[in-house]
């Protein structure tokens, strides 16, 4: 059996013309060059950058620093724990309250209640909505003269700052993120739901099962593949997030995000590579959820 | 047995009530989460002066879209818009066209360094991007320096072209090569026997199969490049070429009293992927379920 394959694979490699051959490279050449260029080796770059000290311009300037850029993070940049803190929330809320309330808000709209069409619409439309755009839009909720304002019954001359407050700062900008994230988990879990035989809950109605014993016991375990690739999503986006933050606060650490920091020392004042040594230690992180995701999605392959 | 019966009908009387109820609830948020947007279209459509004299939540006394012909006009929206074209639609034929060939190759050819290809591919998808910033930088400025054009890649929409094209191939390879995999091996079989050249395997045999995912990923990535404000926030050192969501965040400081006419400008930048959305909502959810549920 293992020999036909390889008699099969040889005899194709050796049926391949010179042409074909030459396709065959261009085709697999170009596209991998690109990325390797413009993707890969940057990031390469970029690791061994943050044991460097340089100020960007001239390859000449840069000085060995050893560990020091993660030293000087780890010891002596108290506004790290901060943005890790910050993460983590993000994280957090992320986990317990807006990926379930998708999954949820999906696994409603996909027993098509009422209003289902309208409703799947109305909640997706925010996550085609440039970070740009949103950051505007919610300007006008919460600013001064916005609707918010005006609830509280204060006007332009008196209003309050929502953003620079920091008792609740982070509840809005939470807000704000899963105003975006809610829509996008559901798309993603109502396609998955598509997929489970509508069998399995008619017999389980019949059953007397309640619709949240359905839930726990039928659907969940079924959509298995689809929660990994959801809880893989979530954690990326919450070690990534960015924009949001940014379209707010700018580059200051107002309320600080690890992208937000490497951000900070790379624009401002001059290039320092300890914007380099904050973007590996993202990296660090995503790793485990990057790999996590490969290995359930080419699970076949790599067998 | 007819006691079953009733007390079925009860449980799904009992249902439909639960129901209802739950569809109010879910319809409730949907209001609330459509809400910011219906209020940014009001507040769009109301002169600035009226909030001043008459205050936020007084009966309007002027409606109409004279903020929206304004903020064309003010706003240089048009220019702004056609910089986003130069960049988006190259953009992703050049990352469909290459994702398309790595998938072709893939799934098609059992080489032995199929499998790395296509991890070299998606892991690259879900790098954290701001690893790349410096690098990406610096090398567009050498390169151009080396060609004696400083502006050949920075301050370029080939530029911007290139690292959005570099960071969406691994997600078009990713759905394009399981996509593939699906179709019949018998039809390329026959294409060989038939002495097709790859090129012709390629570009007569596969690529016209491949439509409906390619117009998934088109119309999806056209939406995220759309989106992006942030590469050319980095790579463009001159706001005049800059697209129109990274213009929007400047206009956003420039216009920040007037924010009836910053209304009409978000709405208008807003438009074209909310309508993409409407028009092409099939390619849209199938584009982003192909790569991401499968498994």
Wanted: aromatic share 16%; glycine share 6%; with cysteine.
């Amino acid at each position: 059996m293992k020999t036909a394959a390889t008699d099969k694979k040889i005899r194709s490699r050796r049926s391949l013309s010179r042409n074909d051959r030459f396709t065959l490279a261009a085709f697999i050449g170009i596209p991998t060059l690109m990325q390797i260029i413009f993707l890969w080796l940057p990031a390469l770059i970029t690791i061994v950058l943050s044991f460097t000290y340089w100020n960007g311009i001239n390859v000449s300037d840069i000085k060995w620093a050893g560990l020091a850029n993660y030293k000087n993070i780890f010891f002596g940049t108290p506004v790290f724990y901060e943005a890790l803190k910050n993460n983590l929330v993000w994280l957090l809320w992320f986990t317990f309250i807006a990926t379930p309330l998708g999954i949820l808000l999906a696994y409603q709209i996909d027993r098509k209640i009422k209003g289902h069409k309208i409703y799947e619409t109305v909640y997706y439309i925010p996550v085609v909505l440039s970070l740009a755009i949103i950051g505007i839009i919610w300007n006008f909720m919460l600013q001064p003269g916005g609707f918010v304002q005006g609830v509280m019954g204060r006007d332009i001359g008196n209003a309050v700052s929502i953003w620079g407050n920091y008792s609740i700062n982070t509840y809005v900008i939470m807000g704000v993120a899963s105003w975006r994230h809610i829509g996008y988990i559901m798309l993603l879990y109502l396609a998955g739901l598509k997929s489970v035989d509508p069998s399995l809950r008619e017999a389980s109605a019949i059953d007397g099962a309640t619709e949240w014993q359905t839930f726990k016991k039928i659907i969940l375990p079924t959509m298995r593949p689809v929660n990994i690739i959801i809880v893989v999503i979530t954690i990326i986006e919450s070690l990534r997030a960015f924009d949001l933050v940014y379209i707010i606060y700018g580059t200051s650490t107002a309320w600080p995000l690890l992208n937000i920091l490497v951000f900070q020392n790379f624009a401002g004042q001059g290039i320092s590579m300890k914007g380099a040594a904050y973007a590996v230690i993202l990296l660090v992180l995503c790793i485990g959820p990057i790999l996590l995701y490969l290995r359930n999605v080419f699970k076949e392959d790599l067998k | 047995m007819s006691s079953t019966i009733v007390q079925n009908k009860e449980y799904k009387n009992k249902q439909r009530v639960k129901d209802n109820f739950i569809s109010a609830f879910i319809g409730f948020f949907a209001f609330v989460w459509i809400f910011p947007i219906l209020w940014t279209i009001w507040t769009s459509l109301r002169p600035y002066n009226d909030i001043i004299s008459y205050g936020v939540f007084s009966w309007p006394r002027h409606l109409n879209l004279d903020n929206y012909f304004t903020a064309f006009r003010k706003m240089g929206l048009t220019h702004y818009f056609l910089n986003t074209l130069y960049v988006t639609i190259p953009a992703v034929i050049l990352t469909l066209f290459l994702g398309s060939l790595i998938a072709f190759v893939v799934s098609r050819y059992s080489f032995r360094f199929n499998l790395s290809l296509l991890l070299l591919f998606t892991a690259g998808n879900m790098l954290p991007i701001v690893l790349t910033y410096i690098p990406v930088f610096w090398l567009y400025i050498k390169i151009g320096d080396l060609f004696g054009n400083r502006s050949l890649l920075y301050n370029n929409y080939l530029g911007i072209i290139l690292v959005h094209v570099a960071f969406q191939v691994g997600f078009a390879t990713f759905v394009l090569s399981s996509y593939m995999k699906t179709v019949p091996k018998e039809i390329s079989e026959s294409a060989i026997i038939d002495g097709a050249s790859v090129f012709r395997h390629y570009w007569n045999v596969m690529l016209p199969l491949l439509r409906p995912p390619l117009a998934a990923l088109g119309v999806l990535m056209s939406c995220w490049i759309y989106n992006d404000f942030f590469w050319a926030l980095i790579l463009m050192s001159e706001d005049s070429k800059r697209p129109v969501t990274s213009a929007l965040r400047q206009l956003q400081g420039q216009y920040i009293t007037d924010f009836n006419l910053l209304a009409a400008g978000a709405i208008i930048v807003a438009a074209p992927t909310v309508i993409l959305f409407f028009v092409l909502r099939k390619q849209f959810v199938s584009g982003l379920t192909l790569g991401s549920t499968k498994g």
